[in-house]
């Protein structure tokens, strides 16, 4: 009966916000926002001091860098409305199995889904990034170092330069022949558009080559470099991969107890999901689920990750 009473209160509140047309993400932010005053004046103090920040908000802090990083930083509020969805999908198992416990755990873990989601996506953005970095720069560095004109190897290299890589190398065109025939600043406006450590290095060495044409044979090495991080990746990729499998072969295996337990061994089903010693050990199991879940995740970075 329980389940059904949150559920009926969960549908009310929805319409009602459907029918004052009022944004959720909007409502909580107003709802918590002296609390968000506060955290604020304490991580400037935290800042300050020297203080490292909690897991949980070291993790919000990670995913909203990442997702800058990988200019998918309109997303977050898509992110908001999910784990604000996903947190009540979470009480509504746990009240549907009369567990108090659970049911915190349940609206707490599957809320930061969303975070692990924003890890591997970025992530995986940012590894197809640096690839299209490392081709765009070999190929406008070979071309530059036998011309010795940037723009022109620019021009000359465009068509071989693979998305994204190439827009950004269009705008930088754009800078240098409609708006300003600056070469250095069109090459500081293109770095600042990819936040990557090594494409910042090699920006920076294109306009130091502007007043010294031998600097761009310091090019090559830089390039040099990213190939041997992005080699190094690769091999912990491979590796996470077979860690991922286990891993998740690990939870289904403990997950698909429970219903098996049902059927084979119902007395012990029933300990579990209707005794307190039961009910916290699902909880203590399902909370281990969740924050293995986040460990494995943030271990697999870009390594080249600023």
């Not at 240098?176 to 910042?200: C, G, P, T, W």
């Not at 080559?209 to 041997?228: F, T």
């Not at 991922?244 to 579990?272: C, E, K, N, Q, R």
Request: charged share 20%.
């Amino acid at each position: 009966m329980m389940q059904f009473n949150v559920m009926g209160a969960l549908l009310i509140i929805a319409g009602l916000f459907l029918i004052c047309n009022v944004d959720p993400v909007v409502f909580i932010s107003l709802l918590t926002k002296p609390w968000q005053k506060r955290r604020a004046a304490k991580e400037r103090i935290d800042k300050i001091t020297g203080k490292a920040p909690g897991k949980l908000r070291q993790l919000i802090n990670d995913s909203k860098e990442m997702l800058d990083s990988a200019n998918m930083g309109g997303d977050i509020r898509r992110y908001q409305l999910s784990a604000i969805l996903l947190s009540i999908i979470g009480v509504l198992i746990g009240t549907a199995m009369d567990n108090i416990m659970a049911t915190i755990v349940l609206a707490l873990g599957m809320a930061i889904l969303p975070i692990i989601y924003i890890q591997l996506k970025t992530g995986a953005y940012i590894r197809n990034l640096n690839d299209s970095i490392e081709t765009a720069l070999s190929v406008v560095t070979n071309a530059y170092v036998q011309s010795g004109d940037l723009i022109d190897a620019v021009k000359s290299s465009l068509k071989a330069i693979p998305a994204p890589m190439d827009d950004i190398f269009r705008k930088f065109l754009v800078d240098v022949e409609m708006i300003d025939n600056n070469v250095v600043q069109a090459l500081y406006n293109m770095s600042s558009r990819v936040n990557r450590r090594h494409f910042k290095e090699w920006c920076a060495a294109a306009r130091h080559s502007q007043s010294d044409r031998e600097i761009r044979y310091a090019l090559p090495g830089i390039v040099e470099r990213l190939s041997e991080y992005r080699q190094v990746q690769m091999e912990m990729d491979t590796a996470m991969r077979r860690m991922y499998t286990d891993y998740g072969l690990m939870v289904v295996i403990i997950l698909s107890t429970i219903p098996i337990m049902a059927m084979i061994m119902p007395g012990w089903f029933d300990a579990l999901m209707h005794t307190v010693i039961g009910k916290i050990t699902l909880s203590i199991v399902l909370l281990a689920i969740f924050l293995c879940t986040i460990g494995v995740v943030q271990s697999n970075k870009p390594i080249d990750a600023d």
